[in-house]
């Protein structure tokens, strides 16, 4: 697996060799690749006698003559562009590969009988053609690709229904026995394959794909990488609810960090459920059919398109199936309830929870458009699902996590990092104590030796991630206790031991503490139970490199808080002067400039913080610093504004990158730029009924990176969930009609919370496969993207032309013409009133409520009092446009352009008004 991530990045990038593939050129030139592998097969999938294509609008469907297998669905609004890898068509037409109009099913004749698993892509055979008449393009019998003793025939047929394109199969049951399909799946074959592509290729050539697994309600929405223009939905036509989604890992088509691999639409999956997948509480309930002797029945979906990403539910509804939207999302904190939106042409007959106590479900009056609503409380912690029953039998389901208020989560966090992943060893060889240590949370030990010598040395992501989290939590909710533990942290381990504090690489940030190094350290320094023989064990010399741009982000978060802890909180940090933390932000921003030329061309995760850095450095008049700060990262800008996808990594497709490009392009007016950045992230960022993978950012390879379970998967709220939320909730203040983006943006800031256990552990990311779905097992890089939640997360007010006013981390009340709402989020300290364009800020104190007068324009804002670090809040006014609107009376407003607020014993009320 590893040789091949070298593989595929060289083909990406020949210019660059990244950290994590340098030591595998010399394994890559030796080894044979899959590709090669596959390419000594035979070619069976008949392409030989050609294909044949067919009119199928929106499409043109091109099938192969001897297998009717999918050659090609070329959008008939852009022929050049194929949804399927029709460009590897030959190298796949081998036996084992799917193709889109393949099945896979499990069968048994008894209840006590085993299952029997037959595949039409296993070993191919031409199909026998059948007569294609009335609206059917191409029909067959598949008995030729399966094993003799299948006891069903299964046939299929390529249809135009309705002006819709239709993949149908028939099943017959051809025993005297009946026969029960334990597990139903048809292959999602589309063109997600990047290997050997640029990524001005991979954005014209490519699509990502994410599931709805809602049941009869379900779909697959699938985007063209760029997010512009239609996507394609699959949709249930006949008898296929979604009911699970899996991995097609059988398929021999290498699976890297340039494929994620394919999955299957599954419509039953028992038969998996009580074999793979058993123990594991999947999305849905897993179901099987008896097909008794001589009966058939028919199994179809129905392939559309949506105008683009944010009209994919008018479309669902166009098609007439059912609608879930709820609001803020699907992460429910017991504080603050939530609402769903449900529109179908068939009235609601019951609505269930699953666990039975774990959501309360409260009916509200119907919209004017006919939309049902309800009040989803979440009253326990954990997974949870709503099956909705609709009066025509059509079943929907949606997943919920509820998880606790998210100050609790956040003030969990904050004690678990700072107490079971404390770390302190005087006898440390590494130097690593004290510090915040990576974490092993089913062996419950601090994580002090890995083969991947980063998870243990307290930098790069899966390194420095349990620290980082630790640092950012401070800015929402600083503890005395935790601020001293993270002083001693900064101080004795950081400054001088990650980073350097002296010499020619000062300011520059090691990759690692952790090296493996036998002959240079103590006997018993390693254990003999890790395997350290790879090129993740890295030497001395490899571990102290400061040539790796993306550790730099994670170190000037932990002064730059430093600085603020200093600045606005009295009597937290007093040993290091404010200035002190602020000029190290500074001079770090600019090491990695010059100490990390090479990747700090790409946006960094984090990147943010650099602008952060940048707008205190001009509050605070340090402004020979800005400017060579501004400086150095126009240079960057104008770089990325030189290309058509400015997101390049040291990977070959990133998702992570994108936070900085966007902040930068916007800041420095590259608006064009921005926009194609933005809707690079909501091609991978989608919003379905679902908390795992709503507002999830796309991200499969960094379990092996930062995982403990270590494969190519689908991440489910993995860091970049919560970083790209910061671009899009920055464009939605922006333009404070785009709902979509409020949706989406407030779905990926709650992905920060999502995982975070009951007892305060926040895991690298969600296991998406049916096998596991569970969080990883380690910390690994889980703080990246904490990081998101710490400067992004905020209430926002809007009102919906449907939906009425609505909050999104906050409870909301009208009375009169007075909107009120309580402030949920961990900070409480943003509040963004889309009518109003009125985003308010705090650099200290927190907001209890907000209340909006919807004729007057009127803002009440109410402080809560000083808490013993707060004598004096500092409150900051931002509009949508160039006017400035809104003015506080009767407060002082500095040079900073904040207004000094003195907060006292029992708070503070204030009143804005334009």
């Not at 194929?82 to 393949?102: F, I, N, Q, V």
């Not at 996590?401 to 989560?409: G, L, S, T």
């Not at 930068?664 to 909501?682: C, H, M, P, Q």
Request: one cysteine or more.
């Amino acid at each position: 697996m590893l040789t091949l991530l070298f593989q595929y990045s060289l083909s990406f990038y020949r210019y660059s060799l990244t950290y994590s593939t340098m030591a595998l050129c010399v394994l890559s030139v030796q080894a044979q690749s899959p590709w090669e592998r596959i390419a000594q097969r035979p070619s069976t999938l008949g392409l030989e006698d050609g294909t044949v294509e067919f009119a199928a609008p929106p499409f043109k469907l091109k099938l192969v003559k001897a297998s009717q297998t999918a050659a090609g669905l070329i959008p008939l609004t852009d022929t050049a562009f194929d949804y399927t890898p029709a460009e590897r068509l030959e190298a796949r037409a081998k036996d084992g590969l799917y193709h889109l109009g393949d099945i896979n099913m499990r069968v048994r004749t008894g209840a006590q009988m085993p299952w029997q698993s037959y595949a039409t892509a296993t070993k191919r055979a031409p199909v026998i053609p059948l007569p294609a008449t009335g609206d059917t393009f191409a029909a067959s019998d598949l008995t030729p690709t399966l094993p003799s003793d299948v006891p069903l025939a299964v046939k299929r047929f390529w249809q135009s229904v309705d002006g819709m394109l239709v993949l149908r199969f028939e099943l017959t049951n051809t025993t005297n026995s009946a026969i029960e399909i334990g597990s139903l799946g048809i292959p999602m074959v589309f063109n997600n394959i990047l290997q050997d592509k640029s990524l001005d290729e991979a954005h014209a050539d490519n699509v990502f794909f994410d599931p709805y697994l809602g049941m009869d309600a379900g779909y697959l929405q699938v985007n063209r990488l760029h997010g512009n223009g239609p996507v394609l939905l699959v949709l249930p036509h006949e008898n296929a609810p979604f009911e699970a989604y899996n991995p097609l890992n059988d398929d021999p088509t290498p699976r890297s960090i340039v494929f994620e691999g394919f999955h299957e639409w599954m419509i039953h999956s028992k038969a998996h459920a009580t074999a793979e997948w058993s123990g594991v509480t999947q999305w849905n309930e897993p179901t099987s059919s008896i097909l008794q002797p001589g009966e058939t029945k028919s199994y179809a979906l129905r392939f559309v398109m949506a105008p683009d990403v944010r009209q994919i539910e008018d479309e669902l509804a166009r098609q007439r199936r059912p609608v879930a939207v709820g609001i803020p999302g699907y992460v429910v904190p017991q504080d603050a309830p939530a609402k769903l939106f449900l529109r179908y042409h068939s009235k609601v007959k019951s609505i269930e929870s699953h666990p039975a106590n774990a959501l309360s479900i409260k009916k509200g009056k119907q919209t004017t458009n006919q939309w049902h609503t309800y009040e989803i409380a979440g009253e326990q912690w954990g997974r949870a699902r709503l099956t909705i029953t609709y009066a025509d039998g059509a079943r929907q389901t949606v997943n919920y996590k509820v998880i606790k208020p998210e100050r609790d989560a956040v003030t969990d966090l904050g004690r678990f990092l700072t107490t079971a992943q404390w770390y302190e060893d005087d006898n440390d060889p590494f130097g690593r104590s004290p510090s915040v240590i990576n974490y092993d949370y089913e062996a419950k030990k601090h994580l002090t030796q890995e083969s991947r010598a980063w998870f243990a040395g307290l930098s790069d992501e899966a390194g420095a991630g349990s620290w980082l989290a630790a640092v950012m939590k401070q800015v929402l909710l600083p503890d005395g206790t935790e601020v001293e533990k993270l002083k001693r942290f900064v101080n004795e381990t950081l400054w001088g031991g990650i980073q350097y504090n002296e010499g020619p690489l000062q300011y520059g940030v090691k990759k690692s503490l952790f090296y493996y190094e036998p002959d240079s350290m103590p006997p018993g320094t390693y254990s003999d139970t890790i395997n350290y023989s790879g090129w993740a064990a890295w030497k001395k010399k490899e571990a102290d490199s400061p040539g790796r741009s993306y550790n730099y982000p994670h170190v000037t978060a932990a002064h730059w808080v430093m600085y603020r802890l200093a600045r606005h909180y009295v009597g937290l940090v007093t040993e290091t002067r404010w200035q002190t933390s602020l000029e190290r932000a500074y001079h770090t921003a600019m090491a990695m400039v010059e100490h990390a030329p090479h990747y700090a061309q790409f946006g960094q995760m984090e990147g943010s913080v650099f602008l952060l850095v940048l707008n205190d450095l001009k509050n605070e008049g340090y402004t020979d610093m800005a400017d060579q700060l501004e400086a150095a990262m126009r240079k960057r800008a104008d770089h990325w504004r030189s290309l058509n996808y400015p997101f390049g990594s040291e990977m070959p497709w990133d998702s992570t990158g994108q936070e900085e490009v966007y902040l930068w392009s916007r800041y420095f007016g590259f608006d064009e730029k921005a926009l194609v950045t933005l809707n690079a992230i909501l091609a991978y960022m989608p919003t379905v009924p679902h908390w795992g993978y709503n507002g999830s950012a796309r991200r499969y390879w960094d379990f092996v990176y930062g995982g403990k379970l270590s494969r190519i998967e689908r991440q489910l709220h993995h860091y970049g969930s919560a970083l790209n939320s910061i671009p899009v909730l920055t464009h939605y203040r922006d333009n404070p009609d785009d709902f979509y983006l409020l949706r989406v943006g407030h779905a990926g800031v709650m992905g920060a919370l999502a995982n975070i256990t009951a007892d305060g552990f926040g895991p690298a990311a969600f296991h998406s496969y049916p096998s596991t779905l569970a969080i990883d097992g380690y910390a690994g890089d889980y703080g990246c993207g904490f990081y998101g939640y710490a400067v992004n997360s905020g209430t926002y007010i809007t009102k919906h032309a449907e939906f009425g006013w609505l909050a999104f981390s906050g409870v909301l009340k009208q009375k009169n013409n007075w909107i009120t709402t309580k402030v949920t989020t961990a900070g409480q300290s943003r509040v963004f009133i889309a009518p109003a364009g009125l985003w308010i800020t705090l650099d200290v104190g927190r907001i209890t409520d907000v209340a909006y007068h919807d004729k007057t324009g009127e803002v009440r804002v109410t402080l809560a009092p000083d808490n013993g670090h707060t004598p004096m809040t500092y409150l900051r006014l931002e509009e949508t446009g160039e006017d400035s609107r809104y003015t506080l009376a009767g407060y002082h407003k500095n040079d900073q352009g904040q207004y000094e607020i003195p907060l006292g014993s029992s708070g503070e009320t204030l009143w804005l008004r334009r």
